[in-house]
């Protein structure tokens, strides 16, 4: 069972949102709040492993909240305003749901939730090493990449651009340059505000270039040092 958190400050959205998970037979709501900070302390004293939460709330906002959260459960987001999406998904959030909510829509964040606990929960328990890839999130879809295909990742404002040497087509992915950054292994690095190439993949060097196969690179002025590092 995944023990979750409903939080919002609207009695009625709160209600509809507790039922809903009721009907969702692998969830076991641990309780509603009404704010984060009554949320926060009920993260404090047991174990939860998703969260779903509204944007707009009196004190904290959702997206505040999740921004404060040392070790991040699962979120899921709920709320009537789309404009915020982009922001969601640059907090790695499993999936933002607009208000009123269809069951099936509600379900099928669920089930996201549900993959992405089970990948968890099967690494723990084999004692498996850090893994050698990610599941992330293109469309409606978790799409699982590995690290060493990966030639280079470029940032286009809100979203990042995924390329690999097994496909043609990279995967486009909503997701801040610094949050990639730090889950990609060591052989990756930065070369520009818009850039992190996989040093294995490199196939030639100029001052302020480096190549990965045909496609030019360029290297910023404060990343420099990085190309140095390579030569030597």
């Not at 009554?38 to 047991?46: F, T």
């Not at 749901?97 to 606990?117: E, I, Q």
């Not at 995924?162 to 087509?169: A, E, G, L, V």
């Amino acid at each position: 069972m995944i023990k979750c958190l409903a939080i919002d400050d609207e009695p009625l959205a709160l209600q509809l949102l507790a039922d809903n998970i009721s009907r969702i037979p692998f969830l076991e709501l641990v309780t509603c709040c009404d704010d984060a900070f009554a949320a926060n302390k009920i993260m404090q004293e047991q174990s939860v492993d998703l969260i779903f939460i509204d944007i707009q709330m009196p004190g904290i906002t959702g997206l505040q909240f999740i921004q404060s959260l040392v070790k991040k459960p699962m979120v899921i987001i709920v709320t009537a305003y789309k404009q915020y999406a982009l922001d969601g998904f640059a907090l790695d959030v499993v999936d933002y749901l607009m208000k009123p909510v269809s069951l099936d829509r509600f379900m099928k964040a669920c089930n996201k939730a549900k993959d992405l606990y089970q990948l968890k929960q099967s690494a723990e328990h084999n004692n498996l090493p850090k893994q050698d890839y990610m599941f992330v999130n293109v469309g409606y879809s978790l799409v699982k990449i590995n690290y060493n295909e990966i030639t280079y990742v470029e940032g286009l404002k809100d979203y990042i651009q995924i390329h690999t040497s097994t496909s043609q087509k990279a995967a486009v992915v909503r997701m801040s340059m610094k949050s990639i950054e730090e889950q990609l292994p060591a052989y990756f690095e930065r070369i520009h505000k818009s850039f992190i190439v996989n040093i294995n993949k490199i196939t030639s060097i100029r001052k302020n270039a480096l190549f990965i196969a045909d496609k030019e690179l360029p290297v910023s002025d404060s990343y420099k040092q990085v190309i140095e590092k390579l030569i030597k």
